[in-house]
């Protein structure tokens, strides 16, 4: 009991530092901040249930070994030697590693799951080409705040040119709306010719993209149908929108919107001509954007934005940009900028590929977490089946010298050594493998593109595991096989 005791001390002071420094990294890796996060780590408390556990742990799995030394008989233990029975006197070890494996798949297939799911997101078409696109903040000097309409549109045109001549920058777009993935706007809507809805309930809904005339251009968005916005759709000129597919194929089905005219709630003049139509573009996400109820968009040129709203743009749009290489042409924007004004701030620098894997980031936490944990788990499995096989062997030592002295070849004693290993773990996977198939279906909302049943992953993580258990085992295995059998048979 003393000997198991001082085992699982040291046992849980080990886990104690681990727990610290996993906890650190945990908090750091965490898709949103937590709140009071300062306060999360190894208290009082926790040392306390440390402590606890591992003297439980101690007890519990001390006390049995104790208990059946206690009713042997003295002799019976000085006959036996180091002969000792492997039969059911070694069947509470070989279970314990069996469970141990069993739970170690579970873990693996987890993990195994997030990972293609992740892999699956990343090769969703999110509808535009988020290769190489930079997105940006800009705000204006403090003394625009108070400038007119007419010239804080002067001064965005003059922000497109000197953004458009920096070196590196392909095409740029000035946007203050929704961005795909990073933040949304709805306006107002109803089609031309039917009713007038009463009020702004019986309105229709559409997410509002509010760009410049290189936005497509920019991200890559495939134009359907009609045309896009040019330099002559500004305020001056007639009210016009694009649409995306999705509101076309909803609000105009079997028909061909372009001349028709959408009523704008919060648009200047009312009403808009429609003149293209484009690809719908995942607002909400790689995963979710087919599930949600808003889905139908439309864009309206920048300068066509009313006086009232222009003048509060001046304090913050978004700038999208294209290039090749994001570093370089930032550096050349930010030079750009300063030529133009000290005042004038360009902020949140971020490229898309960025803002597409900040949307995958609580899949990607659980991923890490169910990797870390499914990683310790299977070394503490092939600790624990290297132990169990290691100590069976040494209790059949005189065994093998007497195989071995009546001619087993040492082939003979690797396959019978190695065959206790594999034993131990097909009973593991098998368990494992059943459990996993019950148990990830509690997972099955976090995964896409995958079923909670893979049989690709349950099939490559039982085959891992396998060969994993299989090396753990082959060193003891390896070791009998060389024994000396005058060796053996001298052994205790």
Avoid at 56 to 61: K, V
Avoid at 411 to 422: E, K, N, P, T, W
């Amino acid at each position: 009991m003393t000997e198991s005791i001082l085992i699982a001390a040291i046992g849980g002071g080990l886990g104690v530092v681990l727990a610290a420094l996993g906890t650190h990294a945990a908090l750091r890796l965490l898709p949103v901040t937590l709140p009071r996060a300062s306060e999360v780590g190894v208290d009082g408390h926790a040392l306390i249930f440390a402590a606890a556990i591992s003297l439980l742990a101690g007890i519990c799995f001390g006390l049995a070994p104790a208990l059946r030394t206690a009713r042997h008989d003295l002799q019976e233990f000085v006959k036996e030697g180091g002969r000792g029975k492997t039969g059911a006197r070694h069947g509470a070890q070989s279970a314990l590693v069996a469970a141990e494996i069993a739970l170690t798949l579970v873990l693996l297939v987890g993990a195994g799951l997030m990972l293609r799911t992740l892999g699956a997101l990343w090769n969703v078409n999110p509808g535009f080409d988020a290769s190489k696109v930079l997105t940006l903040g800009l705000s204006l000097p403090p003394a625009m705040a108070h400038a007119k309409p007419d010239a804080i549109r002067a001064r965005f045109r003059e922000v497109q040119t000197a953004f458009q001549s920096a070196p590196g920058v392909e095409a740029v777009s000035i946007t203050s709306g929704a961005i795909p993935l990073s933040a949304d706007d709805e306006w107002l809507f109803w089609i031309d010719g039917q009713p007038t809805p009463a009020t702004r309930n019986e309105m229709k809904w559409a997410l509002n993209y509010v760009v410049g005339a290189d936005y497509v251009k920019v991200m890559g968005i495939p134009l359907l149908r009609g045309r896009f916005f040019n330099s002559l759709d500004d305020e001056r000129g007639a009210r016009v929108v694009v649409i995306d597919d999705v509101l076309a194929g909803k609000y105009f089905p079997g028909e061909d919107p372009l001349g028709k005219r959408l009523h704008l709630a919060d648009y200047p003049n009312g009403t808009a001509e429609i003149v293209g139509v484009v690809g719908h573009v995942n607002q909400w996400g790689l995963d979710s954007d087919g599930q949600e109820e808003l889905r139908a968009q439309l864009y309206v040129p920048f300068p066509q934005l009313s006086d009232e709203t222009m003048a509060q743009s001046s304090t913050g749009v978004g700038v999208l940009v294209r290039t090749e290489n994001a570093a370089s042409a930032m550096e050349s924007i930010r030079r750009a900028n300063g030529r133009m004004s000290s005042e004038q701030v360009v902020f949140d620098a971020q490229t898309m590929n960025e803002i597409i894997a900040d949307s995958l980031a609580e899949r990607r936490f659980t991923m890490i977490l169910f990797g870390v944990f499914a990683a310790l788990a299977l070394l503490l499995s092939s600790l624990g089946i290297y132990g169990v096989v290691s100590y069976l062997t040494a209790q059949r030592t005189q065994e093998i010298g007497v195989r071995v002295a009546l001619g087993a070849q040492r082939a003979d004693v690797l396959r019978m050594i190695l065959g206790q290993g594999i034993k131990i773990t097909a009973l593991g996977v098998l368990i494992g493998l059943v459990a996993a198939f019950g148990l990830t279906r509690l997972m099955s909302k976090l995964l896409f593109g995958v079923s909670a049943s893979d049989p690709v992953t349950f099939i490559a993580v039982a085959l891992l595991l396998a060969l994993v258990a299989l090396a753990a085992c082959y060193f003891p295995a390896r070791r009998a096989a060389r024994l000396d059998p005058m060796a053996a048979l001298r052994y205790e």
